[in-house]
């Protein structure tokens, strides 16, 4: 079992920078492949980043490419999210998720493990 949270989130003006954090608990997560999603008021889950358990494939969303970075530390059981040059429509609640088979790091439903969700607004 795997435990998530988020931390990170606040309010930011247009253009400006945040670096979120999600902090695992258990001892195997290492073995998990990581991914940061936005979730909307209906709980709908969006892809935003990913990356796989080595580190070496992270794929990101259209709209965040140039301006988003995912990264992981395994020894502090932790992926982070720099977010820079943020916009108004990144506004959301961002949540990070763990999949123990890391094929389709992109699509929400193969993920097992959900963290609570950090708030993100950028506010004009």
């Known amino acids: 079992q795997v435990q998530l949270v988020e931390s990170g989130g606040g309010l930011v003006q247009a253009g400006g920078s945040l670096r979120l954090s999600c902090a695992a608990s258990g001892r195997t997560f290492s073995n998990y492949a990581m991914g940061w999603f936005r979730q909307g008021p209906g709980k709908e889950r969006r892809f935003v980043a990913a990356?796989?358990?080595?580190?070496?494939?992270?794929p990101y969303a259209d709209s965040v490419k140039g301006r988003f970075t995912i990264s992981r530390n395994n020894a502090k059981n932790t992926v982070y999210l720099q977010m820079n040059s943020l916009k108004p429509e990144d506004t959301a609640v961002y949540v990070c998720?763990?999949?123990?088979?890391?094929?389709?790091?992109?699509?929400?439903?193969?993920?097992?493990?959900w963290g609570q969700g950090t708030q993100v607004t950028v506010s004009s």
């Open positions: 998720a763990a999949d123990r088979v890391g094929v389709r790091l992109t699509d929400p439903h193969v993920y097992d493990y």
């Open positions: 990356i796989s358990r080595s580190g070496t494939t992270t």
